[in-house]
């Protein structure tokens, strides 16, 4: 009983030295672009939406990110400013769709304040919303 225990032990042993890293992290991409906001009593926020795609094969699409649209309505009543902005993450050149996320944020590569994230898959519109403190 004692040398099948020992053997097992051994197996085991083996096997989590041989096997892959089930908890590997994926590698992601990064690309980040910036767009400037109108609000509109005509004052412009500088800010920068970072896109990132799974797979450093996919950094070429990552790059060819759209802001497909963007919206800035004021409600009249006081300094804030509800924005909306679209970005579009194309499918790799075969047509296979991969992890995306995109972080709106007052700094470069997500850093400064973030206004808004969204997780998602290339080939779909994404919609980042977030409000401004000025008119």
């Known amino acids: 009983m004692r040398h099948w225990v020992v053997a097992l032990l051994m197996a085991m042993s083996m096997f989590m030295a041989f096997a892959p890293g089930v908890g590997a992290v994926a590698e992601w991409c990064e690309d980040d672009p910036p767009v400037t906001i109108v609000t509109p009593a005509g004052n412009k926020v500088l800010l920068h939406v970072t896109n ?5 094969q996919n950094l070429p699409y990552v790059k060819q990110a759209q802001i497909v649209g963007q919206t800035a309505r004021g409600n009249g009543r006081d300094e804030l400013t509800k924005v909306e902005v679209m970005v579009y993450i194309p499918n790799d050149s075969a047509g296979k769709r991969f992890k995306t996320k995109s972080v709106i944020s007052t700094g470069e590569f997500a850093t ?4 808004d994230e969204v997780k998602g898959t290339s080939g779909h519109v994404r919609k980042l919303q977030f409000t401004l403190k000025l008119a």
């Open 112 to 115: 400064g304040t973030v206004l």
């Open 52 to 56: 990132y795609g799974e797979g450093l």
